[in-house]
């Protein structure tokens, strides 16, 4: 099997305060929590990961949490650079890094621009100070302005607004009010999702009054994606949104199959080896995850994928993409052969979720990518079943 393209994901766990929807390995800071420590757990696990790189070059570079911004530049800085001194990074390299707009005080964003950072995405999920509390964030909505243009100011010109729908008491008016409010500051990308309750989450046992029904959850799904068209970004995933081309290339890495290296606590990594497609991860415990590093141990669980996992991993992540995938693109990134495709898909193909073109582009059908997770689960082989939600919900 001829190696995909390879990013690096980093995971940072500390939040101010765990929101009650959030089903990531996020842990409350506290008053101290050991940034330098664990920066430097961060920099033994790059040098174990840098051995498995095995000299392929990193595409991008992803600082996912928690709260990344917790950390100030210079720490990120130190990290950057520990990843510059041990892989060999493209010229054209994105380097993202996740930032709430109550936390990116830490540190001005033009010190996380010089530290290497050159994407940055802001945490706004909505500009309804009701709504925000409902949600458990400590930001309101003039915050995530001041945020924005402060990282405009402090040099970047490519940044990321994550935004939800589908909150406790929303409607049609209030989404696109929302929507709006982040498209009149003029981001590169917009990721716009929909609330879902997620298992050991507060939401998931208690669940807020007021979610939309699934009607209203579609009209404000259409109203949405017609007003971003209008606006000028273009929509090439489930909830992914993008102007002139400003594609964010580590998710697409993650949709297309390639694969990631993974530093941090809880942190999941996927390799293509000479044994097979592997699948990693971290201690998730941000203690015992830097306790295994001091003591030079790998910490790591890998698995060897099955061929009924790399078909449904594969699906999982493809058919999220508007343009679908190029059947020649499955082969190579999972070494299963092309027939194999057409003997899983004859169901969704009957129920028309899903359709293969004479180019051997299979997309979903606009049937399809409104119940994705229908077509999905056409795709489920033995074993499988258990980790098809959670699968679906997990952040590399």
Request: with cysteine.
């Amino acid at each position: 099997m001829t190696p995909p393209p390879l990013s690096l994901y980093v995971h940072l766990p500390w939040c101010v305060r765990k929101c009650p929807y959030c089903d990531f390995n996020s842990h409350t800071a506290g008053a101290a929590p050991p940034r330098q420590r664990y920066i430097d757990a961060l920099l033994r696990d790059l040098a174990r990961e840098a051995s498995r790189a095995d000299g392929r070059t990193l595409t991008s570079v992803f600082l996912g949490g928690g709260t990344p911004s917790l950390f100030p530049p210079q720490e990120i800085g130190q990290l950057l650079k520990g990843v510059r001194a041990l892989f060999t990074l493209a010229e054209d390299i994105e380097i993202t890094m996740e930032a709430n707009p109550g936390t990116v005080e830490c540190g001005a964003p033009a010190g996380y621009r010089d530290a290497g950072v050159n994407r940055l995405s802001i945490g706004a999920q909505s500009f309804d100070d009701a709504l925000l509390r409902t949600l458990g964030r400590i930001h309101n909505g003039d915050d995530i302005a001041r945020a924005y243009d402060a990282a405009t100011q402090g040099g970047f010109d490519n940044i990321n607004i994550d935004l939800m729908h589908g909150l406790p008491g929303q409607n049609v008016e209030m989404a696109m009010r929302d929507l709006k409010a982040a498209v009149a500051l003029g981001p590169t990308h917009l990721s716009w999702y929909q609330l879902t309750l997620e298992p050991n989450t507060v939401f998931y046992a208690r669940p807020p009054a007021g979610l939309p029904d699934e009607d209203l959850a579609f009209a404000i799904q259409d109203c949405g994606q017609a007003l971003l068209a209008a606006e000028g970004y273009r929509q090439y995933e489930v909830s992914a949104y993008a102007r002139d081309g400003r594609h964010c290339r580590h998710n697409l890495n993650y949709w297309e199959f390639g694969d990631y290296l993974a530093v941090g606590a809880g942190a999941h990594g996927k390799l293509t080896t000479s044994h097979g497609v592997q699948r990693y991860q971290k201690p998730a415990n941000p203690m015992m995850y830097m306790q295994v590093q001091e003591a030079g141990e790998p910490g790591t669980a890998a698995t060897t994928l099955t061929d009924d996992d790399l078909l449904f991993e594969f699906m999982l992540n493809a058919l999220r993409l508007n343009r679908g995938f190029d059947e020649a693109i499955f082969v190579e990134r999972t070494g299963l052969p092309a027939a194999r495709l057409g003997e899983a898909s004859g169901r969704a193909r009957q129920k028309g979720l899903i359709e293969r073109r004479d180019s051997g582009i299979w997309t979903p059908t606009e049937l399809g990518s409104r119940f994705l997770n229908d077509l999905l689960a056409e795709f489920l082989g033995p074993g499988t079943e258990n980790s098809f939600m959670h699968k679906a919900a997990t952040k590399p």
